[in-house]
Structures are given as C-alpha cells and as structure tokens.
C-alpha cells in the first residue's frame, strides 16, 4: 500500500504573503490537490503580518472552500504564545516549548478556542478541524476541543492517523516532500518564509504518480493494532534521526554490527 499525501498552509492571515498564497493556491489546483488551511482567527502574531491586511480575506477563503479547492481548518486564536509549554509533543519532538494554550486552565483554553471558532462561523467558516500553533497542546486543549465539536486534529508523530482523547490525529510528519513507503505523510508549508526553490520540488512531488488525499478522506482511516504498532516504529525512528544524523546512525549501527561479529 503506498503512501498517500496530505498537503497543510499553515498561518493563513490577512496579513499574510498575498504572492506566494496563490503562487501555491493555483499549484495545488493545477494538479487537483486539496490542501488543508491553517486559518488564524484573529491573528495577533506581529510575525505573521507581512502585508496590509486585505478586506477580501474571507470572501476569498469562503470562494476557494465552496468550490471544493481547499479544506480550512482552525489554527489556534491569536498566534500569540503565552506560555513556554510544549504540551504533548514539545522539544522531544524538535518543537519549540512555547505555546497560546498548553499550560492554561481549561476555562481559559475553552473560552479562547471558543472565541475562535465564533470568529470563523460569524464569517461562514464551519471546521471541525485544529492545527495548533507551534504544534503546542495539551489534555486540557484536546477536552475543550472535543466540548466544542471538533473531531480531527492535523499534528502527531506517526505513520497512520490514530485516536487520543477522542479527536483522531492525522499525523503531520514532513516540512518538505519526503519518499515513504507507506502511511498518511502530511507536509506542512509555512507559505510566508518557504524558500523559492521548493516550489520546483513541490511541483515535481505533485507530478510523481504520489497518490495525494484530502484531510478528511484521511481522518476517516480506522485505527488497527498494526497501524498502532507501526507508529510506534515509526515514532521512534523520527526521534533517532533528530538525535543523530542518518550517517551517525549508519555508523552507530555498523560499530554495534563490528561488535557482535567480534565476539564470535
Ligand atoms: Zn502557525
């Protein structure tokens, strides 16, 4: 079974790079690909504001997700860390520890999500989809997201989607296009700082033959006892390659491989 691709935009605002959104809007369309996109309701994050803010945000996301061209999903409320927790996944994961929720009260998450998701509705945005900013949460964020409504959460370290606190994770794995033999790779794109050459390496993952699914379709995966087993590989894996260099690992490897034979 071969991989199949999900493509994320995180930090749509805006205020966001008005360029290259439709530089990769229009990539995605021309190989009809959905991406997912990570939507700030009301974004406070000064480094998110590259452009004057343009009155026609909404009207343009309401357009590109009624004509089935994208999936929205919410991400976060302001984009402003407040605390410098890195929640469930955190630096063991590479991620920074700082945070807009994990670490608060659950009234405090609930209330912030909440206002969130008014602000998307009020503009006829329905998702029941989170991205975390900085891919920082914790118990208390999962309970007030599952009190809200939402089903599906884009972030995790694994190869297959799975359930956690009653929201199935669609694990989001790759910042770039990466070759796996198998599994649900979501690659996310931070459209405003990508650099210019990785639309090339886009467009050539795009016109692979890689099978490429919508968010939903996948979050629809039921969970099994090999998937589960398979993201724990996979899991560690991740972790050993962030610890040491795939070299150092070859090295690590044919050192332990010396060492056996030796004592033969
Ligand atoms: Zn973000």
Redesign the pocket.
């Known amino acids: 079974m071969a991989a199949k691709y999900i493509y994320r935009m ?2 749509i605002t805006p205020t966001m790079n008005w360029k290259r959104f439709w530089q990769y809007i229009n990539l995605f369309k021309k190989y009809n690909v959905k991406p997912l996109l ?1 939507v ?1 309701p009301d974004n406070r994050d000064p480094k998110l504001m590259l452009e004057e803010s343009s009155p026609d945000f909404w009207e343009i996301l309401r357009k590109l997700q009624l004509e089935g061209s994208v999936e929205i999903c919410q ?2 409320f302001q ?1 402003r860390y407040v605390t410098s927790e890195g929640g469930i996944l955190g630096p063991k994961f590479g991620f920074k520890a700082q945070s807009e929720f994990a670490g608060l009260s659950y009234d405090e998450q609930y209330n912030k999500l909440k206002a969130g998701k008014d602000i998307l509705e009020g503009q006829g945005i329905y998702t029941d989809i989170w991205m975390a ?2 891919h920082s949460f914790d118990a208390n964020t999962l309970k007030a997201l599952s009190n809200l409504g939402f089903k599906a959460v884009t972030d995790g370290i694994a190869l297959y989607p799975y359930k956690h606190n009653n929201m199935v994770f669609v694990p989001q794995q790759f910042w770039e296009p990466q070759r796996v033999f198998a599994g649900v790779v979501t690659i996310c794109l931070h459209t405003d700082t990508v650099r210019e050459s990785l639309y090339e390496k886009i467009e050539a993952h795009l016109k692979s033959g890689a099978q490429f699914i919508s968010f939903s379709d996948a979050a629809k995966y039921s969970q099994t006892v090999l998937g589960l087993l398979i993201n724990k590989i996979f899991c560690c894996f991740f972790l050993l390659r962030l610890k040491f260099n795939e070299n150092e690992i070859i090295k690590k490897l044919k050192r332990a491989i010396k060492r056996i034979i030796g004592k033969q």
Do not use: A, I, K
């Open positions: 995180d930090d990570g700030v991400h976060g984009h900013p900085s």
